[in-house]
Antibody, heavy 116, light 115 residues
Framework: EVQVLQTGAEIKKPGATVKISCKVSGYTFTDYFVHWVKQAPGKGLEWVGLVDPGDGETIYAEKFQGRVTISADTSTDTGYMELSSLKSEDTAVYFC?????????WGQGTLVTVSS | DIVMTQSPDSLAVSLGERATINCKSSQSVLSSSNNKNYLAWYQQKPGQSPKLLIYWASSRESGVPDRFSGSGSGTDFTLTISSLQAEDVAVYYCQQYYATPPRLTFGGGTKVEIK
């Protein structure tokens, strides 16, 4: 059974940096991309970017380019997303999700709250 | 980036009736190399993570009831729930995954409720 387990909620001040992670199991980690998807309160799904754990290649949505770093650790089958220069608009649930094309498996989401 | 536009934003359907959701992409997501449409549909119930329903525009994910079906090609796609059940109340999203690695984009979502 595939599992995608994300770290718990974070509260950060504006201007800070947050790093959240997800540990995957139940498949070969390097077989699928690891995506991060943002969902602001009451809003839709917004793709942040992905990492290919096989070779470390990353692709970011233009909106987040320069502020986000996505990575993967193949020794622990864990994906990471670091978001810097946080602002109130970054308050959202961030999903870690995996798949080779469409997203087959989703984590439970990590709530990041940005507040002074 | 490919822009995905869904309609309507919301719809209310009686139990047992048909629900139809439309999705349009700003450019074709049909690959000429394999004749596949790189289009998926997801269901998200309140407080839950999204769930994959349909991929390749019309292939149903394992375990998804056959009242859910996807159709369309190129730039215009449809998700149909043939006979709405109470457990189908959710927000539905289309998503394109064209290109490798895919730069994903989602539609804005359609909220389905019971009339």
């Amino acid at each position: 059974e595939v599992q995608v387990l994300q770290t718990g909620a974070e509260i950060k001040k504006p201007g800070a940096t947050v790093k959240i992670s997800c540990k995957v199991s139940g498949y070969t980690f390097t077989d699928y991309f690891v995506h991060w998807v943002k969902q602001a309160p009451g809003k839709g799904l917004e793709w942040v970017g992905l990492v290919d754990p096989g070779d470390g290649e990353t692709i970011y949505a233009e909106k987040f380019q320069g502020r986000v770093t996505i990575s993967a650790d193949t020794s622990t089958d864990t994906g990471y997303m670091e978001l810097s220069s946080l602002k109130s608009e970054d308050t959202a649930v961030y999903f870690c999700a995996t798949g080779g094309g469409p997203i087959d498996y989703w984590g439970q989401g990590t709530l990041v709250t940005v507040s002074s | 980036d490919i822009v995905m536009t869904q309609s309507p934003d919301s719809l209310a359907v009686s139990l047992g009736e048909r629900a139809t959701i439309n999705c349009k992409s700003s450019q074709s997501v049909l690959s000429s190399s394999n004749n596949k449409n790189y289009l998926a549909w997801y269901q998200q119930k309140p407080g839950q993570s999204p769930k994959l329903l349909i991929y390749w525009a019309s292939s149903r994910e394992s375990g998804v009831p056959d009242r859910f079906s996807g159709s369309g090609s190129g730039t215009d796609f449809t998700l149909t729930i043939s006979s709405l059940q109470a457990e189908d109340v959710a927000v539905y999203y289309c998503q394109q995954y064209y290109a490798t690695p895919p730069r994903l984009t989602f539609g804005g979502g359609t909220k389905v409720e019971i009339k």
